[in-house]
């Protein structure tokens, strides 16, 4: 049996973790996003995540994800889910964000582990569970503890599992036997947060994917979940396999998704413009690389 007979996970199976676009002079490219969003889901997105770390969310506004989230769902409409990155190291900071990402018209929240202060895990259960309690909008837990420092163990995964807004993760974790044990002890909804992870998650049980990487390859990773729903497992993984030096050119090569992603979008012309302050845009070497790589891959 597929994941296609599995009952449709809350916000599709093929998401992107957007990059934020912005101006020449680093303001807000809200035009752009709605291109960019239109683009994505034209090709073959069921959801966008904004805001998340790929969003830059560190350096933007909580007015600037607030409008973000507004201005993408006027161009995609119903047509696509809306799940707003409001993580951050403070619990009620957290709680503000996901009222305002609720007030603007998202579908649901992605929430990660406070970072840098590394709090126990009943803290790291109870933050969670005070920003599920605040609004109406289903909880995506982020798991990814090489940048928060903090994991999300899997039994307190699956205790938060059940609260009824505590819906899906999207897992970063690294921990295969983890994300089992999880999945086949509750019906949380995973998506494999590393592209690398795509099919192999998805062969045992997840919902799909957060990719940075379909930002530039919409087509080519939905293709990967078509192809296994299909039945066609070996052609999954040749896409899967196929897609692999991209992935390590833009995710595993040095420079974060955000830079990576964004030197492609803008050698392509499309809407992603600079990166914010500490990030760096990715050099004309570098840039030239990623691009070849890229191409090479559509052409293939």
Known sequence: MTNAASPPPPFGRALCAMITPFTEAGTLDLDGAQRLADRLVTQGCDGLVLSGTTGESPTTTDAEKSTLVSAVREAVGDRASLVAGVGTADTR???ELALAAEKAGADGVLVVTPYYSRPPQDAVEAHFR????ASGLPVVLYDIPGRTGTRIEPETMIRLAEHPRIVAVKDCSYDFLGTQKVLSRTGLAYYAGCDEHVLALYAVGAAGYVSTVANVVPREFRAILDAFDAGATAEAARLQQRATPLIEAM????LPGTVTAKAILNALGLPAGPVRSPLRPADRGTADG????????VSS
């Open 251 to 254: 995710m595993a090569a040095g």
């Open 130 to 133: 005070e920003v599920a309690d």
């Open 290 to 297: 990623l691009l070849a790589t890229y191409e090479r891959l």
């Open 93 to 95: 900071h957290t709680v």
